[in-house]
């Protein structure tokens, strides 16, 4: 039996590819906190997690002071007791984020180990439902964006091949969102899916106003209309329109998801397996939607979810954001509008030493038995 020897804490910070706003906020540093556990057979697996430009530090330290001291000597293929002590060992800063983005660059470091030492791809590792699943663009559409250059945006990513395109909403006025909306729906035709995104801009009444005007749209999803923390609101939104409403990206843990389901406030499931708190949790929650006939629509991080996808049978997108080409040789395959799902083994991300050496924030910190 393999035990966990030696675990490597690194943090590279890689700017926006393009500028991204949205109602709420900006884009401003992907700080990609990693973590690589090595075995004593000479097994080894790296991880990693992220935030939006804050956060980055508060990561570091909680691994470093509190969780990675706990896997040594722990055998790797043992990811769920793993998992569940440390979420129990940080209790008291559970559930939120910072912990669960910490306990994400763990839990799928220790995947990408056992998929490597199994010579398989995680996705067939994880269950192997799907090889390719559909892909729509987010890199475009940002709020900032004037109509023009949004319908050039989106007529080129139609042309691209990929089969949606994300549209920000959240101007002062619905009748500004709805101008941006219908151009770009008049140029692409009805035939390429459309979903907006509020960033939980929105009030329960403002919200169930906007959805009834984006109706005629025929839109995909309308995402992140309300906080997170608003289920109620959320379910009297779904109620009242036939706008399917995606939630997700702002929820740290499996139980946040079944009150959302629970209640009848979400047709999509988006859960972000970074913020969730890994491989582990994310799974679990994929198959809680699909016991309520629920898509799974993941956010962000393409390079991972392309193949967590490809594991589940529920999974309907994935969202093309390019955001680790700096520090990776490998990249998403895309063919006839859909994500292939790798087929070497791990995680099916390469990562590109020179360059992590070369971007690294500070010397990694070495974790050993």
């Known amino acids: 039996m393999a035990k966990i020897d030696q675990v490597e804490i690194a943090q590279i910070d890689i700017a926006p590819k393009v500028k991204r706003t949205d109602a709420i906020q900006s884009f401003v540093t992907q700080e990609t906190v990693m973590v690589t556990v090595r075995c004593d057979d000479g097994s080894a697996g790296t991880g990693y997690t992220y935030t939006i430009g804050t956060g980055g530090s508060s990561i570091v330290a909680l691994l470093n002071d509190h969780l990675v001291p706990r896997l040594i000597g722990r055998d790797p293929q043992q990811y769920e007791a793993i998992w569940r002590d440390l979420f129990f060992h940080t209790h008291a800063t559970a559930v939120g984020a910072i912990t669960s983005l910490a306990l994400a660059a763990i839990d799928t470091a220790l995947w990408d180990r056992n998929a490597r030492a199994a010579g398989l791809p ?189 594991a589940v049978p529920n999974a309907r997108w994935v969202e093309y954001i390019p955001q680790l080409d700096d520090l990776t040789t490998s990249r998403l395959r895309i063919e006839g509008g859909h994500a292939v799902a790798p087929e070497t083994p791990g995680l099916g991300i390469e990562w590109d030493a020179e360059q992590l050496k070369a971007r690294r924030k500070f010397a990694p910190i070495v974790v050993r038995g």
């Open 122 to 310: 995680l996705w067939r590792l994880a269950g192997g439902a799907q090889a390719r699943v559909p892909v729509y663009t987010t890199e475009g559409g940002w709020l900032h964006i004037e109509p023009a250059q949004l319908v050039e945006q989106t007529l080129a990513a139609k042309a691209d091949g990929f089969l949606g395109a994300k549209i920000k909403v959240g101007k002062p006025h619905v009748a500004q969102d709805i101008a941006r909306l219908s151009a770009v729906r008049e140029a692409v035709g009805a035939d390429f899916e459309l979903m907006v995104d509020a960033n939980q801009s929105f009030t329960a009444a403002e919200a169930i106003r906007r959805a009834r005007q984006y109706a005629p749209l025929d839109l995909a999803w309308f995402e992140e209309p309300m906080p997170a923390e608003h289920v109620r609101g959320h379910a009297q939104l779904l109620a009242s329109t036939s706008v399917p409403i995606a939630v997700g990206e702002s929820m740290y843990h499996p139980s946040q998801f079944a009150e959302y389901i629970q209640q009848g406030a979400c047709s999509i499931v988006q859960a972000d397996v970074a913020r969730v708190g890994g491989i582990t949790p994310w799974l679990k929650i994929a198959h809680l939607a699909e016991a309520h006939n629920i898509a799974m629509c993941p956010h962000f991080l393409m390079e991972l979810h392309v193949s967590l996808c490809a």
